[in-house]
């Protein structure tokens, strides 16, 4: 059965997609879900020339380029890391 869209996921779609990228791909399971962080990865991502519009219909190119901004954004510490939980 396929997931859809579930009433715990984020309403907008550029925040579901990042989402699914830290999960999916970049195994940062531990970060944690906040709007406010997503907004301003989704104002760096279009400041670097990217395009939802281009993305959602697949372009790779802006895969790639979120992709980084994700991973540098998770390295200077842009979007916080959840608690370890022992």
């Known amino acids: ?3 859809g869209i579930m009433l715990k996921d984020p309403a907008r779609a550029d925040h579901r997609y ?3 990228q830290l999960k ?3 195994n940062k399971k531990r970060v944690l879900e906040d709007p406010a ?3 301003h990865v989704t104002r760096v991502f279009a400041r670097a020339g990217g395009s939802w519009e281009r993305l959602f219909r697949g372009s790779v190119a802006d895969v790639v380029l979120l992709r980084r901004i994700l991973k540098l954004a ?4 842009y979007l916080s890391k959840a608690p370890r939980l022992r």
């Open 1 to 3: 059965m396929a997931k």
């Open 18 to 20: 990042i989402q699914y």
């Open 24 to 26: 999916s791909f970049m």
């Open 37 to 39: 962080e997503f907004d």
């Open 74 to 77: 998770i390295k200077e510490g």
